[in-house]
């Protein structure tokens, strides 16, 4: 019974520790499965984590974002932060995003609550950068197709007309000042020889008057007027002397007659030899000055064949060629409008040069008045020393004869005259001056009558305190855009009417130059300058031009349309000019839509004119002609709000479009974007430059571990993570940025 009891004794102990060593085993496996399975729990609520807290950053800048100013968006199309405070609106959209609510029964898999937050705000949009930016997204679909469609389409068809006109009047009025100045140069030189000519008529007095072939003889007693007196009466005196010499002293007759003779051959000798140094000294003088005049001429002349060569090769014509050339689909054109009219007048230019032979011979002839003037000299020298001596009589007539021959060939008119006949050769090129300068007179005398609005648009300087001082705010606030952007103030600078035709229609061409030139830039790739000129247009208002029709008319006066001025009706061309007063900038674009007028004016103009032969006399045609139909558009336009682009191109223009042109002319792009940002703010009240564009937030969000906070740890760390583990609680940052 013992044994019995031993053996069962022992294996029931063998039983219990076989039973022992299971329940070990899968306590231990079953704590790491559990141990596993609770890490994978917080690692995938940690995974979750962080894409909650991404997406609740980011709704939570967006929030701050969304809360833009509605003044800016809905009235210039600008995206900025509003007044309030973005801290608020985030703290506002965390709380609530982050908020379990109340029910009791609820199990919260995700308990975050937020740790810390911050929020940026940059990029003000009173930054050229960023205010262009928005101006390119506002911009960027209509700017390009309003430019192609309403301005490059209506101004194809005169591309090249303008590119022509454009040409020709450069080349003819610079070659109108060196005609004017050669034709001056040698006016002056045929006037130097005349002057000289006519310098020896003295001498010739002296010497014999009036001239004749021969010398009678006279008594001695006479009066010695002229070296012919004096020669005159030589027989006679010789025949005295001989007869006196025979007498004694006393018994001498003619003893005071040959002494007054001799006094007289003395006193004749002497005013003939002061007068032909006289003479010599002077001429020399005038001479010389005549053929530094022939130079001056010649080289004038040379300039304008240099001119000629070089009028094809302007870099102006790119812009032109790029408008000819683009597929736009272009407005119906005359076919008036061949551009090959106007370049046969520039072709015609030639004729305006001197040909050598003409330049030559004028050269010549001053170097043979020099010679002559060399012989009366030599003839003068020869009677002098023949006064009171048997061959007075032969050197009397030769030197009036020279003197004579030099007069007449250099000093008084008749056929033999050298400078009378050059003078006529000369008149045969400048058979239009006459023409010419009439119609100078009268393109003078319009463009007067064209200064006289803009003289009267600018007496309204001063007249309205109210309106004054609210473009005194409103430099301030553009001195302001421009130091916040580190520019300089240089001040503006319109546009003002020339008081000469030519320089008036030159300063018109060279805007065209300018426009074209842009246009063709713009079709070869868009810049950022054609969104903003858009921009200007789209969201300010301009001028309502038909209120200057009374001043045009005479029937009222600018005192009457002094409230018309105000920043408020001319927003436009304030960005265009920056005047900061009620007058300038309208009376700059008065005279900058009658300059483009004027421009496009002047090539129907040489067209309509091309028959007169002259080209200077053309130009001066074509210009009186687009004075006077300028100043016609100008009335035109002020009353109906439009004009036509041009007779040979019959689409209509409206004031709008005439300041669009001028944004292209006038690319003074930062001090443009400052004044609209000064207009934005004087019209709104809010100051871009404390309006942001962009947020930049971070939020901490934080959440309990419910498992082996070290594991989560450690597995952070082996993953790379940047996140923190505090304690029992996983914190996750997050950043977000959003910007307009």
């Known amino acids: 019974m013992a044994k019995l009891r031993r053996t069962d004794m022992a294996g029931r102990s063998k039983r219990l520790s076989t039973d022992g060593s299971v329940s070990i085993f899968l306590i231990i496996a079953l704590a790491v499965v559990f141990m596993f399975v609770a890490v994978f729990i917080d690692y995938s609520r940690i995974a979750a984590m962080k894409v909650q807290s991404e997406r609740l950053t980011r709704a939570a800048v967006r929030s701050v974002m969304s809360a833009y100013d509605p003044g800016l968006q809905q009235e210039y199309g600008l995206y900025a932060s509003g007044d309030t405070s973005g801290d608020l609106i985030m703290g506002k959209v965390l709380n609530e995003s982050l908020n379990p609510g109340e029910r009791s029964d609820a199990f919260h898999l995700l308990s975050m609550e937020v740790d810390s937050s911050s929020l940026q705000l940059q990029r003000p949009l009173g930054e050229y950068e960023i205010f262009n930016r928005q101006i390119l997204e506002d911009m960027k679909y209509k700017a390009p197709i309003d430019f192609t469609l309403e301005l490059v389409s209506k101004f194809k068809p005169l591309s090249q007309s303008m590119k022509e006109a454009s040409n020709t009047v450069d080349v003819l009025r610079k070659l109108r000042k060196l005609y004017d100045k050669r034709e001056a140069a040698l006016d002056e030189m045929l006037d130097k020889q005349r002057k000289a000519g006519k310098n020896a008529e003295v001498l010739s007095r002296l010497i014999m008057d009036p001239p004749g072939t021969s010398i009678e003889d006279a008594s001695l007693g006479g009066s010695i007027r002229t070296a012919a007196d004096a020669a005159s009466q030589y027989e ?75 009028s094809e090769n302007r870099s102006s014509n790119a812009g032109y060629d790029l408008v000819t050339r683009d597929n736009t689909p272009a407005a119906s054109a005359s076919e008036g409008t061949d551009a090959e009219t106007i370049q046969a007048i520039r072709k015609q230019a030639g004729q305006l040069i001197h040909g050598e032979e003409l330049l030559h011979g004028l050269k010549e002839d001053i170097r043979s008045q020099q010679l002559q003037e060399q012989s009366v000299q030599r003839s003068v020298s020869s009677l002098r020393s023949s006064l009171g001596g048997g061959g007075a009589k032969g050197a009397v007539l030769e030197a009036s004869r020279v003197v004579r021959e030099y007069i007449s060939s250099y000093g008084t008119s008749g056929p033999s005259n050298v400078v009378d006949r050059n003078q006529a050769k000369l008149e045969q090129y400048r058979s239009s001056d006459k023409e010419r300068k009439a119609m100078e007179k009268q393109a003078n005398g319009k463009l007067k009558e064209a200064s006289r609005v803009i003289s009267a648009i600018n007496g309204l300087e001063g007249q309205s305190q109210a309106i004054q001082d609210e473009f005194r705010k409103l430099q301030a606030y553009y001195d302001e855009s421009l130091q916040f952007n580190q520019e300089r103030n240089d001040g503006a600078s319109g546009r003002s009417m020339d008081d000469d035709p030519y320089d008036a229609g030159k300063a018109a061409m060279d805007n065209m130059d300018g426009m074209f ?162 207009l934005i703010r004087l019209n709104t009240g809010v100051n871009p430059a404390e309006r942001m564009t962009y947020a930049s937030g971070e939020v901490k969000t934080a959440m309990r571990i419910w498992f082996l906070p070290g594991l989560s740890k450690a597995l952070g760390q082996v993953f790379g993570s940047a996140d923190e583990v505090q304690g029992n609680r996983y914190i996750v940052t997050r950043t977000a940025d959003f910007s307009y």
Request: charged share 25%.
């Open 517 to 678: 030139g842009f246009m063709g830039e713009a079709l070869g790739g868009v810049r950022d300058e054609l969104f903003q000129n858009e921009y200007a247009v789209h969201y300010f208002q301009h001028f309502d031009p038909s209120k200057l029709s009374g001043i045009i008319s005479g029937s009222s006066s600018v005192d009457e349309l002094a409230g018309e001025f105000a920043i408020a009706n001319q927003e436009v061309e304030y960005i265009l000019y920056g005047f900061h007063n009620p007058a300038g900038n309208i009376s700059a674009a008065y005279a900058e839509i009658f300059a483009s007028r004027l421009a496009i004016r002047t090539m129907e103009g040489f067209v309509v004119n091309s028959k007169l032969g002259n080209p200077l006399a053309i130009l001066a045609a074509a210009l009186l002609y687009g004075i006077e139909k300028a100043i016609a558009d100008m009335i035109e336009l002020c009353k109906t709000g439009e004009i036509e682009l041009s007779r040979y191109a019959p689409v209509k223009l409206t004031y709008r479009d005439h300041l669009r042109i001028f944004m292209f002319i006038h690319s003074n792009n930062e001090k443009k974007l400052s004044r609209m940002l000064a």
């Open 236 to 310: 006679d005196y010789w025949t005295k002397k001989e007869e006196d010499a025979d007498r004694p002293p006393k018994e001498k007759l003619y003893t005071l007659s040959i002494m007054a003779y001799e006094a007289g051959v003395s006193s004749i000798g002497s005013r003939i030899s002061a007068e032909a140094s006289r003479l010599q000294r002077e001429n020399d003088q005038l001479l010389t000055e005549a053929l530094r005049l022939w130079e001056k001429a010649r080289t004038h002349n040379e300039e304008m064949k240099q001119v000629i060569q070089e």
